[in-house]
């Protein structure tokens, strides 16, 4: 006789799905075996503070004696001393002054000492008679031809033109103050002031017959030939 068994009683098809069930709950117990962690217990026992009387230091209440107090000063005692009308006092206070009532002071006045003030005299541009080289125009232009030498810088670059120098005669012909007041370089400016320079007194200029200070232009010429 055949036993029957129903497909729905039949566990052998669900066996696989219990085994697995099956480890996975033995692996999650070893694992909390594993995890858990137990700690010891310790007991704290709580010290009792322990009361100690300490005795307070008495401190003794000295009594501050004072200093004595200074003597008193002696008293001072002023002594009269009575005379007779005989006798003869001397009183008198005799002042020497060499000056009386009739003497006349005389006021004192500071001396105050007066700065010279140095005056600049004037320079004049045109006067009545104009300074002049000594000998005349042409020893001032044979002077300044015989006493100029071309610079080199200016004779090798080709530099030639005029250069204009002022100056101011002096009340005894000597010559100040040389400038420049337009020049053409290349050396040629240094040349001309030299040989202004250089120049002997001049006859001084006149304003009114006197000599004053004349303030005189001169164009020196640098030609190459």
Request: net charge negative; with cysteine; hydrophobic share 35%.
């Amino acid at each position: 006789m055949e036993l029957k068994k129903s497909p729905k009683a039949d566990l052998e098809k669900k066996r696989t799905l219990f085994l697995q069930v099956g480890l996975i709950i033995s692996l999650a117990i070893t694992l909390a075996a594993f995890e858990w962690k137990s700690y010891e217990k310790q007991e704290i026992e709580l010290e009792q503070r322990a009361a100690s009387e300490v005795p307070e230091e008495i401190i003794p209440i000295t009594k501050q004696e004072k200093p004595p107090p200074p003597p008193e000063p002696p008293k001072t005692t002023t002594e009269l001393n009575i005379v007779e009308n005989e006798v003869e006092v001397e009183d008198e206070i005799i002042i020497d002054v060499e000056a009386d009532q009739d003497t006349e002071v005389q006021e004192w006045t500071p001396v105050v000492m007066e700065e010279e003030e140095v005056k600049e005299e004037k320079i004049f541009i045109v006067v009545e008679d104009q300074p002049a080289f000594p000998g005349g125009e042409k020893a001032r232009m044979k002077y300044l031809a015989e006493n100029i030498d071309y610079p080199q810088l200016a004779r090798e670059s080709g530099i030639q033109g005029t250069v204009y120098v002022t100056f101011v005669v002096e009340k005894d012909g000597s010559v100040t103050d040389v400038r420049i007041l337009r020049g053409i370089g290349g050396g040629c400016d240094e040349e001309a002031l030299e040989v202004v320079r250089n120049m002997p007194k001049w006859k001084p200029g006149k304003q009114r017959g006197k000599p004053v200070r004349v303030q005189f232009n001169m164009p020196i010429r640098f030609t190459l030939q």
